[in-house]
């Protein structure tokens, strides 16, 4: 295998340049509106919308035209550097349009159109109001730019990018102590998941010599299992290289890059970023939560798929499944409107990553898309009820205190905000996963999945794999239960609140600003399983499905993990039975938890409700998420601000004293060292000149001019003659 | 031979020499100075006269002194007429004046 064949370059097409377009537009509408916006009249919102709406535009068409037809790809050369031998390694760039890329490209541009027109009824009036619009472009931009590449190194650039943006978003309210708290801390946890994947493409590198991933598949599919570990050979400046590596050694390089996942997908133990997240606006969080960032963990998996041993999809399914299990725990007790599906996203994007361990590669992304539209649905509701909310208590003249994202004080809601009331129901729906909705199909698939695994892997006799799918199972029930509480302390019951729940509307006859209803309305359209599925109980007729499986995504036995995922694929097709049970148990433990939760709570009374506060030890550590916090900030926090402080001390007391007393010393050394040549040199040249002066005194006071003395120089030199003639 | 002993005539030109010395150094006339000369003159003269008793077949010292004396009146001659214009030149004969090569 040629390995400079394999990334050579690639003619651009229409659809590869279009598709730079979409990429470009947002940064279009980011620069525009970051230097001019607060000029342009409606201060610019109609420019990032009619931008983001050109490229949803474009998607689409790119969609129409790659979705099951073709694949797109165009490459240049990026820049060259250097190697051993005197030749140069090229480093390229491209854009990659398969199925995957067009279905989140239209996913993406889709959510931030909604979002953005979301926001001109959400934002009104706020007085960063362009430079939001600006950060939700470059935010836009940054996920495009992650989807559409076609290399590892320019993805990780874009990673940073959406990192970056991410920390604009939620540190939006900058004047708000949490708010720059939040964002801080977002940034600082998705460090640590980013150097994890930025090792595991110095692994990859090292051992293949190219970013490209379509080339690194290539690659993978040339090798073979051996002895050892995995051998392949390629041939590079005119030699033949054979490369060995040990199957560990791959298992932590494919963990790399999960660890990049795991920051930027809120995976545990990194997943205590997203909660402190929703301190941005709500609409931010719909981005966030629904398309841009934490999907983009769920597609790094996907697009490297073929890199991962079985070893390392074990440890993923692992880590899926607990944070399913945390996240699910911990949104039973919230009582902020948006923690509950803050913590729901963990949950759920932990099923996503679980799906992704278990080989349900296709399940897991046809349950981002899914998710992508009902959690964009239900933090839009959100939206709604948190400035309906705040309307209401600025109306009643209520004090300023009262917290209008507290679900405790609300109740009744369904009566005066009909609309909202339906659209939240078919999204929780959805997420609940009953049948007939989206979600049902995508979660059905990825717990089928997860058994199928279970069944092959425990093959050698461990059962001990079978807990994965059971947790998963445990969370349906668990999310059934949150949602089914969320829902009756906000829409049933009555009002709790001490005035009329009809001021929460707009006005009499209007309940919700029309600009701020239609992306909800589209939303929860979208969350209806006739939409992903033409046979809403059944997930495997699902376009969304069959467009991405791996059989469409990667060429035949290009994947590390082949021999697993083929015995799962031959188990899961075996599994006509258990197909049908999973489907009907994972309805009914929906049903039941939803039953569960009007069990418990349809008997308090209003005051009851209003004051409830977690009561068993259980509830409180669901409350404060399992302590995470705190014990991050004893175990890591803590120590690293000790360090810091005991660095600067030692800075302070150490070096600081050290070089001012070295200085010190070195101005006395300068001082001796000046008088010895003030004293000696200086002193030497002087005499020097001085003695001749001397001599030439003493000599011109002799030669007077007068006769007598000369007479009297040489009558005494007679007289020494004469004694020396005397004498000796 | 008897007559005065020769110690006698040694001191005696010893004192002259001195003298002659003595106003060679001191006086500030030139002429005077000249005068001291012809003392050291005449005290060498004297020495050559007292030795030459021990030549007394050629009276070789006699000769020579008479020889200094005919030598010593010219260079006076020429001495002189140097001091005349010295101080036709700088107006005075004063020694410790003339210290300059030029006026």
Sequence with gaps: MELPALIAPLAGTPQSKLALLVLLLPLLSFVILFLFGKRLPRRGDWLGISMTALAVAISAWLFMETWNTATFHSRIVWFSLPALGGSLTDFTAGVLLDNLTVLMLVIVTFISLLVQLFSVGYMHGDEGYSRYFAFLGLFTFSMIGIVLVDNLLLLFMFWELVGFSSYLLIGFWFERPAATAASKKAFLVNRVGDIGLLLGLFAFYTYFRTFDLEALRTLIGTGRWTEEGFALTYILNGQKWLVEMPALLLTFAGLGLFMGCVGKSAQFPLQVWLPDAMQGPTPVSALIHAATMVAAGVYLLARCYAFFTVDALTVIAVVGAITALVGAIAALTQYDIKAVLAFSTISQLGYMVMGMGTGAHDASLFHLTTHAFFKAALFLNAGIIIHAMHRGLHRAHQPHDTDAQDIRNMGGLRRVMPLTFYTYVVAAAALVGLPLFSGFLSKDAILSGSWAWAQAMSAGGNGLYYIVPVIGFAVVLLTAFYMGRHMWFMFFGTFRLPFEVRELRVSAGQEVERVMALPVMLLAILSVGAIFSWNPFSFSSSWVLQGISLGKLSEEGALLADNLLQAVGAQDAANHIAHLVIGVFSALLGMAGIGLAIAKYRHIAKEALLQEQPQTAMARLSYNHFYLDPLYQRIIVQPAQLLAKSLYRLDKRVIDYTLDYGSKWLVVGAKIVGGFDRLVVDGAVWLLSALPRLFGRVGRGLQNGKVQSYYVYSLFGFILVILYIIVF | ?103
């Design chain 2, 1 to 103: 031979m008897k007559g005065i002993p020769l110690e006698h005539i040694l001191l005696l030109s010893a004192v002259l020499f001195s003298l002659g010395v003595l106003a060679v150094i001191t006086k500030r006339h030139a002429v005077v100075v000249l005068m001291g000369i012809e003392l050291i003159f005449n005290a060498a003269n004297l020495n050559l006269v007292a030795f030459s008793r021990y030549d007394a077949s050629l009276l070789q010292g006699q000769l020579f002194s008479l020889f200094v004396m005919v030598v010593a009146a010219a260079e006076a001659a020429v001495a002189l007429a140097i001091v005349l214009r010295v101080y036709q030149h700088f107006k005075t004969a004063n020694l410790n004046q003339i210290n300059h090569l030029s006026k």
